[in-house]
């Protein structure tokens, strides 16, 4: 881009000189239509510059806009997730289970309190009564998990929808174990596509968006939220887009 933006420059730099030997040099009968040609090329090559520098400054406003709103539903999806997780011991494989749990778990309010008992052996043991530290986890309530992450608000029903880029496209997710040191860990990833998100996009800034490798930029083809190779619940994305953990 850079090299046609220079490129275009120095044309437009070279057609105004040619224009000015046009009028210098040129019989007076044909000027006007060689200054007209010419002049049009300067007016082409300095829209095509334009286009070249304003294209992409577009392209990342619609980018950043989109992806902002992706990334809140993808964090909606992760908060589900952990929720069942939490409750149920593994995460939720589509995306109408882990609804129906939204709308149906509770979680369990529990106190942990610091007691002590008599410890029968050694009592027996040294004629004296003995005790022994324990913990005690008392149930002190319920808590409704859709209360608890979403309030009043009804959007955990809609959450597999992408809310921007190509209509009707949904999140892909799934869920499963890994093994670690002979145990298997439960793991979850849920992901659109770049190319859903951008679908209406210039074609040729959306390759060199999926090619992105930056501190900065959400590297690789799509957004996503937790993986299926390793233990992993954060987002890929920088905290320039609100946190990813």
């Known amino acids: 881009m850079l090299n046609f933006i220079l490129v275009a420059v120095a044309v ?10 046009v009028d210098k040099f040129i019989p007076a009968k044909f000027k ?4 007209i040609a ?29 992806y902002a ?32 749990f939204v709308d149906t778990a509770q979680y369990t309010i529990t106190q942990r309190r610091d007691s002590s008992i008599i410890d029968v052996d050694l009592t027996k043991r040294y004629g004296v009564d003995t005790f022994k530290d324990i913990i005690i986890v008392d ?30 496209a949904k999140f892909k997710m799934d869920a499963g174990f890994i093994e670690q040191n002979n145990i298997k860990i439960p793991v979850f990833e849920a992901s659109v596509k770049k190319s859903v998100i ?21 590297n690789g083809d799509a957004l996503k939220v937790g993986s299926m190779d390793e233990v992993n ?10 946190s990813n953990e």
């Open 12 to 21: 437009i730099l070279v057609t105004i000189g040619l224009v000015k030997l």
């Open 32 to 35: 006007p239509l060689l200054n």
């Open 38 to 66: 010419l002049w049009l090329l300067i007016a082409f090559l300095g829209y095509k510059t334009y286009v070249s520098i304003y294209e992409p400054i577009q392209f990342n406003k619609v980018k950043n806009k989109r």
């Open 69 to 100: 709103q992706v990334i809140e539903s993808l964090k909606d999806i992760r908060d589900s997730q952990l929720a069942h997780r939490q409750v149920i011991g593994v995460f939720a494989k589509d995306f109408d289970n882990l609804i129906k």
């Open 139 to 168: 149930t002190l309530g319920f808590v409704s998990v859709k209360d608890s992450l979403f309030k009043s608000s009804t959007r955990y029903k809609t959450m597999m929808n992408v809310p921007v880029g190509e209509e009707g």
């Open 198 to 218: 951008l679908y209406d996009q210039n074609k040729d800034l959306l390759v060199q968006e999926n090619q992105v490798v930056s501190v900065d930029g959400v």
């Open 233 to 242: 619940t954060n987002g890929n994305w920088p905290k320039t887009y609100g």
